[in-house]
């Protein structure tokens, strides 16, 4: 089981990784693009302005899926250190499935979020005739969430069986 | 007594290594609860990441050090600054210290200044005669040196957090910044002169042969650094240009890296912005309840009643952030901020003054025994025991606080740029 677990963490982290290096592509490349705009034809699109800052959403959303999976995140993790073998073991089982209920809860809650918003109905930015929705955004922080929560579950389960063994 | 059994629980999953974020979601939604209040307020506060103001000035000056850091721009700094600086007594020294500040203030000091220089510092020291403990020290606290120099991450942080002006928040710290820089540089100077250390005479064919190697890295700090006190741009918009000149300087004219590294380097530094903006996120909401429930303004009422004097406040908030770094810096200032920041100014205190304050505050917190960040990282880098380090960097700690001392009690050091 462990052996599947580890897989599936890979290849998430493997497709988290490469949305990640996309995502930041387009961040600086929009950013620049309007940094010039400003400096040199003092104007700018408020499209790409709004866009750029929930561009930022998504990826705090996957860095933390991936900070996740390398065991990145910070923790204050003072106990944790002096334990070694099963005992170790156990605590970071109990710190993931800590973190998976957690994850879980905001998870509901951010669902309930992006009702609100999809009921509302706002619209974020129109570029030319195309108009975007803002729940589109809204909807990413319960997938993010999600992605969390999944991550935890996977390391949990992981930990199952170093547990055992 | 349930917020008895909350707070118990949180401190459990704290010891055992449930991630931070973990806490203040969790802590966040059971007080919304208790307060009949429905837990999507927490989200609703996650939400506003998006409309924090400079908030791409996170990911785009993460992502700039990172490839930075990676590329030879550290061996190119060093080769310059020695060209530059080598000839002056306890030269070395002080080249360690400029070189460091540098690097540390553009790569956001998350301690990657001690593996990418202190490993090729050290044996440069020791070989010039410094003594070792004076080096294992120097290096040890070099690696938060500079955090109070733009674009320095915790710097931006700070105002986002504190919505305080990131322009005056950089203008505030340069003085103390050069103080700092300054006391370590006479400090390093007594020393080398002590120690005999050699000096290795200027030589313009070897500044120039540095200037060569450097070409386009010298303009990077010039833009970045210039344009920021100058007023040209703001955080986001240097990030970008960072952003932008980095990827072409290192990718295309050095091709330090090569570019199928590039997509993995994005993803590694982007785990970093993740694992801060999550943070930052979840203390929003959780800021939010306590900033409802007015919690700083009883905070105060208590303060105030057991010490009504600023002097004693600023005090007890000096040894308070020494113990709150021993979290790390970012989320340090992300869950500190919030509760500090309106109780110090209820005690007259200037924000921005504040955030000098704060930010040399946790610069120290970095070198203290016995968690400090710095000393960790010295000790795997370095391969010495935890005791050794502790003890050589001890004289440095007493010259941080000393200035901290300084810029604690003299507001004017750094206020009379920014106001």
């Not at chain 1, 009921?119 to 589109?136: D, H, N």
């Not at chain 2, 989320?331 to 200037?350: E, F, K, L, R, W």
């Not at chain 2, 955030?355 to 990282?377: A, D, H």
């Amino acid at each position: 089981m462990k052996k599947t677990c580890s897989l599936i963490e890979s290849r998430l982290l493997a497709a988290e990784r490469a949305l990640l290096a996309l995502f930041l592509g387009l961040l600086i490349a929009l950013s620049v693009l309007q940094v010039i705009l400003r400096g040199v034809f003092s104007s700018g699109w408020v499209w790409a302005d709004l866009l750029l800052r929930h561009l930022i959403l998504l990826i705090a959303l996957l860095g933390a899926g991936t900070a996740s999976a390398e065991g990145k995140q910070f923790a204050i993790d003072g106990l944790s250190r002096l334990l070694t073998g099963r005992s170790k073991a156990a605590a970071a089982l109990a710190a993931q499935t800590f973190t998976l209920g957690v994850c879980l809860l905001l998870a509901h809650a951010a669902l309930r979020f992006a009702r609100d918003e999809f009921a509302a109905g706002r619209t974020l930015l129109s570029i030319g005739g195309f108009e975007l929705p803002q729940w589109v955004f809204a909807a990413a922080v319960p997938a993010g969430f999600l992605l969390l929560a999944l991550h935890s579950a996977l390391q949990a389960l992981c930990s199952i069986s170093d547990v055992k063994a | 007594m349930s917020a008895v059994l909350i707070a118990l629980a949180a401190l459990s999953a704290a010891a055992i290594g449930a991630p931070l974020f973990t806490l203040l979601g969790g802590l966040g939604l059971a007080l919304f609860h208790s307060a009949g209040i429905d837990g999507s307020a927490v989200i609703v506060e996650f939400f506003r990441l998006a409309s924090l103001p400079a908030l791409s000035a996170i990911p785009l000056f993460t992502a700039a050090g990172f490839i930075l850091a990676e590329s030879r721009a550290p061996q190119r700094l060093l080769g310059l600054t020695q060209a530059l600086f080598g000839w002056l007594p306890g030269g070395l020294a002080v080249v360690a210290l400029a070189a460091c500040a540098l690097f540390t203030a553009f790569t956001g000091a998350s301690g990657v200044t001690i593996v990418a220089l202190g490993g090729l510092l050290l044996p440069m020291l020791l070989q010039q005669g410094y003594p070792e403990r004076f080096s294992l020290g120097l290096l040890s606290c070099t690696g938060s040196l500079g955090l109070l120099f733009p674009p320095s991450l915790p710097i931006i942080l700070y105002g986002l957090v504190a919505q305080v002006s990131i322009h005056e928040l950089f203008l505030a710290a340069l003085v103390p910044g050069l103080l700092l820089l300054g006391t370590l540089a006479l400090y390093a100077g007594i020393v080398g002169a002590r120690a005999g250390v050699g000096r290795t005479p200027f030589s313009r064919e070897r500044l120039a042969r540095a200037v060569r190697a450097a070409a386009w890295d010298i303009p990077l700090p010039f833009i970045v650094v210039g344009g920021i006190y100058a007023g040209f741009f703001t955080a986001s918009d240097a990030a970008a240009v960072m952003a932008a000149y980095v990827l072409a300087a290192e990718l295309l004219i050095h091709r330090d890296i090569p570019l199928r590294k590039l997509p993995g380097l994005a993803a590694r530094s982007m785990a970093l912005v993740g694992a801060i903006l999550v943070v930052l996120g979840t203390a929003l909401g959780l800021t939010n309840y306590l900033v409802d429930a007015q919690v700083p303004d009883q905070l105060f009422a208590l303060l105030h009643a057991f010490s009504p004097s600023k002097a004693l406040f600023l005090i007890a908030l000096n040894a308070f952030l020494l113990v709150v770094n021993m979290l790390e810096i970012y989320s340090a200032i992300v869950i500190a901020v919030p509760i500090v920041a309106p109780i110090a100014i209820q005690y007259g205190i200037d924000p921005v003054h504040l955030g000098v304050i704060f930010l040399l505050n946790l610069e120290i917190g970095y070198m203290t025994p016995p968690m400090g960040l710095n000393l960790l990282l010295a000790n795997r880098r370095f391969e010495r025991p935890l005791g050794t380090l502790y003890r050589a960097a001890a004289p440095f700690w007493l010259i941080h606080t000393a200035v901290l001392a300084a810029v604690t009690y003299l507001p004017s050091l750094s206020l009379s740029l920014s106001k």
